[in-house]
T-cell receptor, first 110, second 114 residues
């Protein structure tokens, strides 16, 4: 079993839609939960992170972690074509080794 | 400067060649990483350097040899690679080992082994 599981998609939505991206994880020791965004031919960049359980909002983006169900979510409101990218969830226990999900490819159609 | 640079962007090599990948950052980060990423797969950690010392080696075959000459530079020396080593090689750096440990990634070197 992979430590972080993520549906690779692709996910295609019209512009303005609300997007929901999800991951599950198996390691109860994970404390930090991140979402990285990777555009084509670029390296990943950190979009948002959450420490332990709860919600975090940043503009159109909301990250949620439910440690009881080991579920990680990212919501994108009013999605834009510029949001088209691969979104990778990631976790770690507090240290060097970050475990990434497989990434979900998102396409937002104008 | 919040950029991690990697050279070359693309590399094609034969199984008997020796080549090197280079990574550079000037953010003062003291942790640097090499990842391997295959198409539609997540980045897989290969090596971590902390304060120029090798901290993690994820059981990577010896045909990959990392080197950290100074706090800004990270190299990956390649020798006798196999076609299955073809992948995107990503370098990253981070400023801290505790907390969120945000990693800043370079654009990667796309390696093809013939």
């Amino acid at each position: 079993q992979k430590e972080v599981e993520q549906d690779p998609g692709p996910l295609s939505v019209p512009e303005g839609a609300i997007v929901s991206l999800n991951c599950t994880y198996s390691n109860s020791a994970f404390q930090y939960f991140m979402w990285y965004r990777q555009y084509s031919r670029k390296g990943p960049e950190l979009l948002m992170y959450t420490y332990s359980s709860g919600n975090k909002e940043d503009g159109r983006f909301t990250a949620q972690v439910d440690k009881s169900s080991k579920y990680i979510s990212l919501f994108i409101r009013d999605s834009q074509p510029s949001d088209s990218a691969t979104y990778l969830c990631a976790s770690h226990t507090g240290g060097f080794k970050t475990i990434f999900g497989a990434g979900t490819r998102l396409f937002v159609k104008a | 400067d919040t950029e991690v640079t990697q050279t070359p962007k693309h590399l094609v090599m034969g199984m008997t060649n020796k080549k090197s990948l280079k990574c550079e950052q000037h953010m003062g980060h003291r942790a640097m990483y090499w990842y391997k990423q295959k198409a539609k797969k997540p980045p897989e950690l290969m090596f971590v350097y902390s304060y120029e010392k090798l901290s993690i080696n994820e059981s990577v075959p010896s045909r990959f040899s990392p080197e950290c000459p100074n706090s800004s530079l990270l190299n990956l020396h390649l020798h006798a690679l196999q076609p299955e080593d073809s992948a995107l090689y990503l370098c990253a750096s981070s400023t801290r080992t505790s907390g969120v440990n945000e990693q800043f990634f370079g654009p990667g070197t796309r390696l093809t082994v013939l």
